[in-house]
DNA sequence: CTGAAAGCGCTTACAG
DNA sequence: CTGAAAGCGCTTACAG
């Protein structure tokens, strides 16, 4: 059966293109028989509105853009579940980019936005440049996740990152931890800088004198956190309290630990950030610092939503609580 | 600055619309110092075409579709980045799309092409419903990867299943388990029946006997695979070889045994299928099949493209090869 | 309540 | 090599 458009099906049910314009997007100015005629039409053959068309006309494309660095990591699934669960009641729709192997995530969003592709943004996790972010008049179709920029027009979702990690630093340091390590996210990343000024904070009010090469930067990913314990230890660092960005790069630095034959726990004590699956099915398990990924991807989508069909609506920045999963590495 | 179209563009270089799309489009047929002008003028205002407009008037998205079952899974991640790494070099662009919190993948599909947003698309580890495929006339604009239906005009890419499974299955017997169980995937899962056949195969040439409930079916999660173990467990069943479809899966039957205290590796031997880094941060690391994700993505691309723009194409099949990576639980 | 007609922003035969 | 004009498939004031 041929593909059939607007024109055809209007012939076919004896009406103008206009009526079944209106029956599909239920418009109520119609005739109650009518629309039931039509109706049996479009069902009849399976008539769906060319897209394309229709966003043209309308301006509009209904369609969100959920960016994330890699599908790699375990906790973007979580934000991406929790944006779905929601985005599943609203007109909208979501598609997913990647940053990997792309170039810059800003260019991206903006190059689908200039050709009208999709009509705002999330930004999950992404290293946004201010300076880019600026040109954008209206930053209403845009909402970040996980990261945020302080002093400027923008909505974003995340935990009290500076509070976190200074939580898990006073745990650290009250189990009695004296050398304590951050293993950093990339320096661009505003989040992983406020939980190291959680970090100093806290060393500072124990009076904990930690140096510069305490704090090692790095990717999100299991050979960087491999690397980097690789990196302290080779050092001769005194190390025995670690925090760590994420699961993934616990996870690394779990397995170089356990290779050197360190006793988790004991000797070295270790809490990180995420909590997803990663950090329970690793022995030792892992205490972290856990985020509620499903939760943040749904207010991030409600808040973007928001904002693009309420122009009175104003930025708001949401923050959601964090809680610190017990595992057996504190 | 605002947004501009075609013929502002036009106006704004003093030539028609169709000499600005002709020379967006690397049409030939342009006079040098025409194009020069243009280009300038365009690049000036950083001019890019609708893609709505384009794609209505040109009759295609150069948009195709990566249908996952869930985001969760990190083979999925290395699927993607093949896709990705491809996708690069052709004027596709690619969207991710997941089936979880939606109606039948399959629909999602029909619908994104019914309305033209898409060109065609890969369909990963996606239980496919034959009946819904034979009405499709053309299945060109189709790959699926991981996943395959014999008989039919469609084109695949995975490994060989059977034969994976089958291997895996004599390495359990040839280092002594006598009492095997294969941990299934979903029923309706191709790769997941034939690695049973495979799983069959093998035992009937050792002569060992299998009874039904040795294959317990089940999603590849961790839950999953906790709670098959459980139940295997629970009924008493003797096992001390075990064949599990997924890494995420084994995850959670290593958790469930270590929790029982059987000795992995020794009392009980695991293989399982997917080669994740989740087989590697587990302890003991997992012997694992694995599945070049990678490369499967790639080839599933590159097949996809090559169906959409040549129409003498036709339909493949690729299976590529499995490799058994050696951990601590065989 | 309904239809004729304009127009969203492109591209592409067609004519020159 | 270039431009005027048609048309992709919709929706929506406008008029009745």
């Not at 375990?74 to 729709?93: C, D, L, M, Q, S």
């Not at 990913?221 to 314990?229: H, P, V």
């Not at 990924?293 to 949401?318: A, H, R, T, W």
Request: a neutral charge.
């Amino acid at each position: 059966m041929e593909k059939k458009n607007v024109k055809e099906i209007a012939k076919l049910a004896g009406v103008s293109t206009a009526t079944i314009s209106r029956v599909i997007n239920n418009n109520p100015n119609v005739k109650e028989s009518t629309r039931q005629h039509v109706l049996e039409i479009v069902n009849k053959y399976g008539f769906k509105p060319d897209r394309l068309a229709k966003n043209l006309r309308t301006k509009k494309s209904y369609t969100l853009l959920v960016l994330i660095p890699t599908v790699e990591n375990p906790y973007f699934a979580e934000i991406i579940r929790g944006i779905n669960e929601k985005v599943y009641n609203t007109k909208y729709e979501v598609i997913i980019g990647t940053v990997e192997h792309k170039r810059n995530s800003m260019e991206i969003f903006l190059d689908l936005l200039k050709t009208n592709q999709i009509d705002g943004a999330i930004f999950v996790s992404s290293s946004i440049d201010k300076s880019q972010l600026i040109n954008i008049k209206d930053k209403k179709n845009i909402v970040l996740c996980n990261e945020y920029i302080e002093g400027m027009d923008i909505s974003y979702v995340c935990i009290n990152n500076l509070l976190a990690s200074y939580e898990a630093t006073k745990k650290l340091i009250e189990s009695g931890c004296k050398n304590l390590c951050y293993l950093a996210g990339r320096k661009k990343s505003i989040s992983s800088e406020k939980r190291k000024l959680g970090f100093q904070k806290c060393l500072d009010e124990y009076d904990i004198t930690s140096s510069a090469e305490h704090v090692i930067y790095g990717p999100n990913s299991i050979e960087s956190g491999y690397e980097s314990m690789k990196k302290i230890h080779d050092s001769n660092i005194k190390f025995d309290g670690i925090l760590v960005n994420s699961d993934l790069k616990a996870a690394g630095v779990i397995q170089y630990l356990k290779q050197k034959d360190f006793k988790i726990g004991e000797d070295v004590k270790l809490i990180c950030f995420d909590g997803t699956f990663v950090s329970e099915i690793i022995t030792p398990k892992i205490t972290t610092i856990n985020q509620p990924g499903y939760i943040i991807g749904q207010k991030s989508l409600e808040l973007l939503v928001n904002q693009l069909e309420d122009s009175e609506c104003d930025f708001q920045s949401i923050i959601v609580e964090h809680e610190i999963k017990k595992g057996e590495t504190l």
